[in-house]
Protein backbone atom coordinates (compact mmCIF):
# COMPACT_ATOMS: atom_id res chain seq x y z
CA UNK A 1 0.00 0.00 0.00
CA UNK A 2 1.25 3.75 -0.73
CA UNK A 3 0.29 6.09 1.74
CA UNK A 4 -1.86 9.07 0.92
CA UNK A 5 0.63 12.23 0.84
CA UNK A 6 -0.95 15.33 2.47
CA UNK A 7 -0.34 18.12 0.89
CA UNK A 8 0.46 20.58 3.77
CA UNK A 9 1.41 23.38 0.88
CA UNK A 10 -2.02 23.30 -0.35
CA UNK A 11 -4.00 23.36 2.84
CA UNK A 12 -2.11 25.98 3.96
CA UNK A 13 -2.94 27.71 1.11
CA UNK A 14 -6.85 27.35 1.93
CA UNK A 15 -6.12 28.21 5.28
CA UNK A 16 -4.54 31.60 4.02
CA UNK A 17 -7.56 32.25 2.04
CA UNK A 18 -9.89 31.44 4.59
CA UNK A 19 -7.58 34.25 6.52
CA UNK A 20 -7.75 36.43 4.07
CA UNK A 21 -12.02 36.45 3.75
CA UNK A 22 -11.68 37.46 7.33
CA UNK A 23 -9.32 40.22 6.82
CA UNK A 24 -11.54 42.01 4.62
CA UNK A 25 -14.46 41.20 5.91
CA UNK A 26 -13.02 43.22 9.36
CA UNK A 27 -12.07 45.67 7.19
CA UNK A 28 -14.87 46.45 5.38
CA UNK A 29 -17.73 45.95 8.50
CA UNK A 30 -15.45 47.60 10.71
CA UNK A 31 -12.18 49.53 9.42
CA UNK A 32 -9.88 46.95 11.41
CA UNK A 33 -6.70 45.74 10.13
CA UNK A 34 -5.19 43.09 11.85
CA UNK A 35 -1.25 43.62 12.51
CA UNK A 36 1.05 41.45 13.67
CA UNK A 37 4.69 41.87 14.92
CA UNK A 38 8.15 39.45 14.47
CA UNK A 39 10.77 39.77 16.61
CA UNK A 40 13.52 38.68 15.85
CA UNK A 41 17.38 38.86 17.37
CA UNK A 42 20.22 37.44 15.87
CA UNK A 43 20.77 35.03 12.73
CA UNK A 44 19.57 31.92 13.61
CA UNK A 45 19.40 29.98 10.52
CA UNK A 46 16.00 27.71 11.43
CA UNK A 47 14.84 31.26 12.22
CA UNK A 48 15.31 32.85 8.69
CA UNK A 49 13.72 30.10 7.15
CA UNK A 50 10.95 30.48 8.50
CA UNK A 51 10.79 34.51 8.44
CA UNK A 52 11.79 34.52 4.78
CA UNK A 53 7.82 33.62 3.96
CA UNK A 54 5.85 34.91 7.13
CA UNK A 55 6.15 38.79 6.26
CA UNK A 56 5.41 38.09 2.62
CA UNK A 57 2.65 36.12 3.50
CA UNK A 58 1.29 38.73 6.39
CA UNK A 59 1.03 40.85 3.46
CA UNK A 60 -0.62 38.80 1.04
CA UNK A 61 -4.02 37.95 3.36
CA UNK A 62 -4.07 41.76 3.86
CA UNK A 63 -2.63 42.47 7.05
CA UNK A 64 -0.22 44.53 8.47
CA UNK A 65 3.44 43.61 9.28
CA UNK A 66 5.87 45.08 11.61
CA UNK A 67 9.20 43.08 11.17
CA UNK A 68 11.93 44.50 14.08
CA UNK A 69 15.45 43.02 13.40
CA UNK A 70 17.33 43.40 16.18
CA UNK A 71 21.37 42.39 16.14
CA UNK A 72 22.97 39.45 18.72
CA UNK A 73 24.13 41.51 21.20
CA UNK A 74 20.91 43.64 22.36
CA UNK A 75 20.15 43.47 25.71
CA UNK A 76 17.75 41.61 28.09
CA UNK A 77 15.90 44.87 28.93
CA UNK A 78 16.12 47.02 25.50
CA UNK A 79 14.09 43.27 24.21
CA UNK A 80 11.46 43.64 27.27
CA UNK A 81 11.43 47.17 26.26
CA UNK A 82 10.10 46.42 22.71
CA UNK A 83 7.69 43.99 24.26
CA UNK A 84 6.42 46.27 26.36
CA UNK A 85 5.66 48.97 23.70
CA UNK A 86 4.39 46.29 21.46
CA UNK A 87 1.54 45.30 24.12
CA UNK A 88 0.73 48.52 24.09
CA UNK A 89 0.33 49.31 20.38
CA UNK A 90 -3.34 48.83 19.49
CA UNK A 91 -2.45 48.41 15.88
CA UNK A 92 -0.19 45.01 16.91
CA UNK A 93 -2.54 42.04 17.70
CA UNK A 94 -0.28 39.62 17.78
CA UNK A 95 3.34 39.94 18.52
CA UNK A 96 5.86 36.65 17.98
CA UNK A 97 9.06 36.63 19.43
CA UNK A 98 11.15 34.43 17.26
CA UNK A 99 13.40 31.41 19.33
CA UNK A 100 15.91 30.32 20.40
CA UNK A 101 17.17 33.59 21.37
CA UNK A 102 20.65 34.53 21.93
CA UNK A 103 22.02 33.00 25.31
CA UNK A 104 22.17 36.01 27.28
CA UNK A 105 18.53 36.68 27.14
CA UNK A 106 16.05 34.77 29.43
CA UNK A 107 13.52 33.11 27.07
CA UNK A 108 10.86 32.35 29.77
CA UNK A 109 10.99 35.90 31.10
CA UNK A 110 10.59 37.50 27.53
CA UNK A 111 7.87 35.10 26.12
CA UNK A 112 5.89 35.68 29.71
CA UNK A 113 6.18 39.48 29.10
CA UNK A 114 4.13 39.33 26.12
CA UNK A 115 0.62 40.24 27.12
CA UNK A 116 -1.40 36.84 26.63
CA UNK A 117 -4.01 37.81 24.38
CA UNK A 118 -1.44 39.01 22.05
CA UNK A 119 0.53 35.69 21.94
CA UNK A 120 0.02 34.34 19.04
CA UNK A 121 2.68 31.30 19.48
CA UNK A 122 0.68 30.40 22.65
CA UNK A 123 3.81 29.90 24.33
CA UNK A 124 2.70 32.15 27.48
CA UNK A 125 2.21 30.07 30.48
CA UNK A 126 -1.16 31.95 30.47
CA UNK A 127 -1.96 29.93 27.28
CA UNK A 128 -0.21 26.85 28.31
CA UNK A 129 -2.46 26.52 31.56
CA UNK A 130 -5.34 27.56 29.31
CA UNK A 131 -4.93 25.06 27.16
CA UNK A 132 -4.20 22.18 29.03
CA UNK A 133 -7.44 22.84 30.78
CA UNK A 134 -9.63 23.19 27.78
CA UNK A 135 -10.12 26.81 28.17
CA UNK A 136 -10.37 29.42 25.35
CA UNK A 137 -6.55 30.35 24.72
CA UNK A 138 -3.87 31.07 21.85
CA UNK A 139 -3.00 27.76 20.30
CA UNK A 140 0.48 27.27 19.39
CA UNK A 141 0.58 27.51 15.59
CA UNK A 142 2.43 24.30 14.40
CA UNK A 143 0.75 21.44 16.68
CA UNK A 144 -2.33 23.87 15.59
CA UNK A 145 -1.67 22.78 11.81
CA UNK A 146 -1.16 19.43 12.59
CA UNK A 147 -4.44 18.95 14.64
CA UNK A 148 -6.02 20.64 11.17
CA UNK A 149 -4.34 17.96 8.79
CA UNK A 150 -5.50 15.22 10.90
CA UNK A 151 -9.27 16.32 11.57
CA UNK A 152 -9.27 16.55 7.77
CA UNK A 153 -7.85 13.59 6.99
CA UNK A 154 -9.60 11.10 9.81
CA UNK A 155 -13.05 13.13 10.67
CA UNK A 156 -13.03 12.34 14.03
CA UNK A 157 -9.59 11.23 16.07
CA UNK A 158 -11.97 9.98 19.00
CA UNK A 159 -10.76 7.01 20.66
CA UNK A 160 -7.36 6.55 18.62
CA UNK A 161 -4.20 5.85 19.65
CA UNK A 162 -1.87 9.09 19.43
CA UNK A 163 1.49 8.78 20.12
CA UNK A 164 3.66 12.07 20.28
CA UNK A 165 7.12 11.51 19.77
CA UNK A 166 8.98 14.44 21.40
CA UNK A 167 8.50 16.77 24.91
CA UNK A 168 9.15 19.82 23.53
CA UNK A 169 6.71 22.74 25.13
CA UNK A 170 6.56 23.99 21.12
CA UNK A 171 5.30 21.27 19.96
CA UNK A 172 5.33 18.14 21.84
CA UNK A 173 3.17 18.65 24.94
CA UNK A 174 0.94 21.17 23.31
CA UNK A 175 0.31 18.60 19.85
CA UNK A 176 -0.58 15.86 23.45
CA UNK A 177 -2.76 18.48 24.98
CA UNK A 178 -4.61 19.07 21.64
CA UNK A 179 -4.95 15.35 20.74
CA UNK A 180 -6.06 14.94 24.06
CA UNK A 181 -9.07 17.13 23.62
CA UNK A 182 -10.41 15.54 20.66
CA UNK A 183 -10.59 11.89 22.61
CA UNK A 184 -7.27 10.41 21.66
CA UNK A 185 -5.62 8.42 23.97
CA UNK A 186 -2.05 9.82 24.46
CA UNK A 187 1.65 8.52 24.80
CA UNK A 188 4.10 11.10 24.67
CA UNK A 189 7.34 9.17 23.82
CA UNK A 190 11.01 10.64 24.02
CA UNK A 191 14.24 9.72 23.36
CA UNK A 192 14.62 8.08 26.93
CA UNK A 193 11.51 6.17 25.88
CA UNK A 194 11.72 2.17 26.38
CA UNK A 195 10.69 0.17 23.41
CA UNK A 196 10.38 3.32 21.13
CA UNK A 197 9.79 1.21 18.03
CA UNK A 198 6.87 -0.56 19.60
CA UNK A 199 5.04 2.39 21.21
CA UNK A 200 5.35 3.87 17.74
CA UNK A 201 4.46 0.53 16.20
CA UNK A 202 0.96 0.88 17.94
CA UNK A 203 -0.15 4.46 16.84
CA UNK A 204 -2.81 4.88 14.60
CA UNK A 205 -1.89 9.04 14.85
CA UNK A 206 2.06 9.11 14.77
CA UNK A 207 3.67 12.58 15.51
CA UNK A 208 7.28 12.80 15.06
CA UNK A 209 8.64 16.17 16.80
CA UNK A 210 12.34 15.38 18.03
CA UNK A 211 14.50 17.18 15.51
CA UNK A 212 16.53 14.36 14.11
CA UNK A 213 17.09 13.76 10.60
CA UNK A 214 14.74 10.32 9.55
CA UNK A 215 15.02 9.11 13.00
CA UNK A 216 11.67 6.90 12.48
CA UNK A 217 11.67 4.35 9.84
CA UNK A 218 9.11 2.81 8.29
CA UNK A 219 8.82 -0.68 10.41
CA UNK A 220 7.98 1.44 13.25
CA UNK A 221 4.73 2.55 11.36
CA UNK A 222 1.53 1.01 11.98
CA UNK A 223 -0.09 -0.45 8.57
CA UNK A 224 -2.49 2.48 7.68
CA UNK A 225 -1.39 5.42 10.32
CA UNK A 226 -1.48 8.38 9.96
CA UNK A 227 1.98 9.97 10.21
CA UNK A 228 2.49 13.93 11.05
CA UNK A 229 6.33 14.84 10.43
CA UNK A 230 7.16 17.77 12.33
CA UNK A 231 10.93 17.66 11.60
CA UNK A 232 12.63 20.63 9.50
CA UNK A 233 16.08 19.02 9.15
CA UNK A 234 18.93 20.48 7.28
CA UNK A 235 21.49 17.75 5.51
CA UNK A 236 23.92 17.40 3.12
CA UNK A 237 22.96 16.50 -0.33
CA UNK A 238 26.08 15.77 -2.34
CA UNK A 239 24.08 14.36 -5.12
CA UNK A 240 22.61 17.65 -5.68
CA UNK A 241 26.07 18.98 -5.88
CA UNK A 242 29.07 19.85 -4.11
CA UNK A 243 28.54 22.22 -0.78
CA UNK A 244 24.55 21.88 -1.43
CA UNK A 245 21.88 20.87 1.18
CA UNK A 246 18.26 19.65 1.53
CA UNK A 247 15.39 19.11 4.04
CA UNK A 248 14.46 16.05 5.39
CA UNK A 249 11.91 15.41 8.41
CA UNK A 250 12.03 13.13 11.62
CA UNK A 251 10.45 10.25 9.44
CA UNK A 252 12.19 7.96 6.98
CA UNK A 253 9.35 9.21 4.21
CA UNK A 254 10.29 6.36 1.63
CA UNK A 255 10.26 3.61 3.49
CA UNK A 256 7.03 5.16 5.95
CA UNK A 257 4.82 6.01 2.80
CA UNK A 258 4.71 2.18 2.13
CA UNK A 259 3.01 1.41 5.34
CA UNK A 260 1.49 4.57 6.28
CA UNK A 261 -2.32 5.42 5.44
CA UNK A 262 -1.47 9.32 5.29
CA UNK A 263 1.46 10.92 5.59
CA UNK A 264 2.93 14.50 4.90
CA UNK A 265 5.94 15.66 3.49
CA UNK A 266 9.09 17.72 4.38
CA UNK A 267 9.33 19.76 2.73
CA UNK A 268 5.24 21.06 2.06
CA UNK A 269 3.88 19.79 5.05
CA UNK A 270 3.61 20.64 8.86
CA UNK A 271 6.25 23.88 7.52
CA UNK A 272 3.52 26.35 5.42
CA UNK A 273 0.75 24.67 7.73
CA UNK A 274 2.64 26.52 10.73
CA UNK A 275 2.78 29.97 8.93
CA UNK A 276 -0.59 29.79 8.04
CA UNK A 277 -1.49 29.53 11.44
CA UNK A 278 0.25 32.24 12.85
CA UNK A 279 -2.16 34.20 10.55
CA UNK A 280 -4.97 32.53 11.53
CA UNK A 281 -3.90 32.81 15.19
CA UNK A 282 -3.42 36.76 14.09
CA UNK A 283 -7.03 37.30 13.07
CA UNK A 284 -8.27 35.12 15.99
CA UNK A 285 -6.51 37.82 18.09
CA UNK A 286 -7.70 40.81 16.26
CA UNK A 287 -11.23 39.55 16.58
CA UNK A 288 -11.41 38.76 20.44
CA UNK A 289 -9.42 42.32 21.13
CA UNK A 290 -12.67 43.69 19.54
CA UNK A 291 -15.39 41.91 20.78
CA UNK A 292 -16.17 40.57 17.26
CA UNK A 293 -17.09 36.64 16.42
CA UNK A 294 -13.77 34.17 15.42
CA UNK A 295 -13.39 33.03 11.96
CA UNK A 296 -14.79 29.55 11.84
CA UNK A 297 -12.30 26.58 11.10
CA UNK A 298 -9.40 28.80 11.97
CA UNK A 299 -9.43 28.16 15.62
CA UNK A 300 -8.70 24.87 17.92
N1 LIG B 1 8.54 32.04 18.19
C1 LIG B 1 8.73 31.15 17.21
N2 LIG B 1 7.68 30.54 16.62
C2 LIG B 1 7.88 29.64 15.60
O1 LIG B 1 6.89 29.08 15.08
C3 LIG B 1 9.21 29.37 15.13
C4 LIG B 1 10.27 30.06 15.79
N3 LIG B 1 10.00 30.90 16.81
N4 LIG B 1 11.54 29.86 15.40
C5 LIG B 1 11.88 29.04 14.27
C6 LIG B 1 10.89 27.93 14.06
C7 LIG B 1 10.96 27.30 12.69
N5 LIG B 1 9.65 27.49 12.09
C8 LIG B 1 9.33 27.15 10.77
C9 LIG B 1 8.07 27.36 10.22
C10 LIG B 1 7.79 27.09 8.89
C11 LIG B 1 8.73 26.54 8.06
C12 LIG B 1 8.41 26.23 6.64
O2 LIG B 1 7.52 26.79 6.05
N6 LIG B 1 9.16 25.31 6.00
C13 LIG B 1 9.00 24.93 4.60
C14 LIG B 1 10.34 24.84 3.90
C15 LIG B 1 11.01 26.14 3.69
C16 LIG B 1 12.29 25.93 2.88
O3 LIG B 1 12.19 25.43 1.76
O4 LIG B 1 13.36 26.25 3.40
C17 LIG B 1 8.37 23.56 4.49
O5 LIG B 1 8.47 22.77 5.44
O6 LIG B 1 7.81 23.25 3.44
C18 LIG B 1 9.99 26.29 8.59
C19 LIG B 1 10.29 26.59 9.91
C20 LIG B 1 8.88 28.21 12.96
N7 LIG B 1 9.53 28.49 14.10
Known amino acids: MTATIIDGKAFAASVREK ?3 HVTRL ?4 GITPGLAV ?4 EDPASQVYVRNKGKQTLEAGMNSYEHKLPAETSEADLLALVEKLNADPAVHGILVQLPLPDHIDEEKVINSITPAKDVDGFHILNVGLLGTGQKSMVPCTPLGCLMMLRDQLGSLSGLNAV ?8 GKPMAQLLLRDSCTVTIAHSRTKDL ?12 AVGRPRMIPGDWVKPGATVIDVGINRIDAPEK ?3 KT ?3 GDVDFDSAKEVAGAITPVPGGVGPMTIACLLA ?4 ACCRANNLPEPEGLTA
Open 246 to 248: RLV
Open 19 to 21: VAE
Open 27 to 30: QEEH
Open 164 to 171: VVGRSNIV
Open 197 to 208: ADVCRGADILVA
Open 39 to 42: VLVG
Open 241 to 243: GEG
Open 281 to 284: NTVT
